[in-house]
Nanobody
Framework: VQLVESGGGLVQAGDSLRLSCAAS????????MGWFRQAPGKEREFVAAIRWSDTSTYYADSVKGRFTISRDNAKNTVYLQMNSLKPEDTAVYYC?????????????????WGQGTQVTVSS
């Protein structure tokens, strides 16, 4: 499975961004799609996840109510709509795919990763 993220950029606090993750290859093997982020000097952390098979979604407490994950099965694309952005949301955002059917929050359990897209939120 190959993953390509897009949509990052530099915005001001309170603005919105939508990240996209286009999947190709053996996409049928990816049951769960997740978004993670990594800020400088920090570990990679879970942001949100969604299962291809249903509408189940999961969010980190830090983004709940502000971010929305969705998917377009026909386009094999997962989105992360980010609203009310804060400076602490600044990070490289990664899309990841997991063959497991249970949503997992640990980055090392995801088998496939994109190259990441930078999101910078200025105050």
């Amino acid at each position: 499975v190959q993953l390509v993220e897009s949509g990052g950029g530099l915005v001001q606090a309170g603005d919105s961004l939508r990240l996209s993750c286009a999947a190709s290859g053996r996409t049928y093997s990816a049951n769960v799609m997740g978004w993670f982020r990594q800020a400088p000097g920090k570990e990679r952390e879970f942001v949100a996840a969604i299962r291809w098979s249903d509408t189940s979604t999961y969010y980190a407490d830090s983004v709940k109510g502000r971010f929305t994950i969705s998917r377009d099965n026909a386009k094999n694309t997962v989105y992360l709509q980010m609203n009310s952005l804060k400076p602490e949301d600044t990070a490289v955002y990664y899309c990841a795919a997991d063959r497991g059917v249970v949503v997992r929050l640990t980055p090392k359990l995801y088998e496939y990763w994109g190259q990441g897209t930078q999101v910078t939120v200025s105050s």
